[in-house]
């Protein structure tokens, strides 16, 4: 998973997320990692947690046959807009539904391609938001995005 994925028309407040403490030495990407980011490693999750959002993400893509992403990162002014344009950035955002969260701005996106968007209602979406932002506030950023991810592919079905 990448810092810098997207979400749909719900706004909800997330507490924020503590910056991660510099680390005094850090790996070096190699060759043979070539998608490697240190703003995942150093991010807000843990290595277990985001473990646990790769694997929602990877059940999520083969339930639904949709494109699930998640943007963690600061969404500016106009987090929708963000979102939106983050979504358009996918390999194919027609079946995409991004979740975008900023736990210092204490927003949270969910958007959806034209595709997603007749599988994923905006009533399944804000559900998903309600129960992302419980976890949230609880101090849970990747448990409550693992909660949403799976209510999210419920309610789109199978492919």
Do not use: C
Not at 25 to 38: D, F, L
Not at 54 to 68: I, V, Y
Not at 92 to 117: H, K, Y
Not at 118 to 146: E, H, P, Q, T, W
């Amino acid at each position: 998973m990448t810092a810098g994925e997207l979400s749909t028309d719900v706004a909800v407040a997330a507490p924020p997320v503590p910056a991660p403490a510099a680390h005094p030495t850090k790996a070096h990407p190699t060759k043979a990692h070539p998608s490697w980011h240190p703003e995942v490693i150093d991010g807000p999750l843990s290595t277990r947690a985001l473990l646990r959002v790769d694997e929602a993400l990877r059940l999520a893509d083969a339930a639904t046959g949709l494109t699930f992403s998640v943007y963690i990162g600061d969404l500016g002014d106009t987090p929708r807009d963000t979102a939106e344009h983050l979504l358009g950035q996918l390999s194919e955002p027609d079946t995409g539904v991004l979740v975008a969260v900023s736990p210092n701005e204490r927003q949270l996106e969910i958007v959806t391609g034209s595709i997603a968007r007749r599988r994923v209602l905006d009533r399944d979406a804000k559900l998903a938001a309600l129960s992302m932002s419980a976890a949230f506030a609880g101090g849970d950023l990747g448990g409550g995005i693992v909660a949403g991810l799976a209510q999210l592919a419920e309610h789109a079905g199978r492919r």
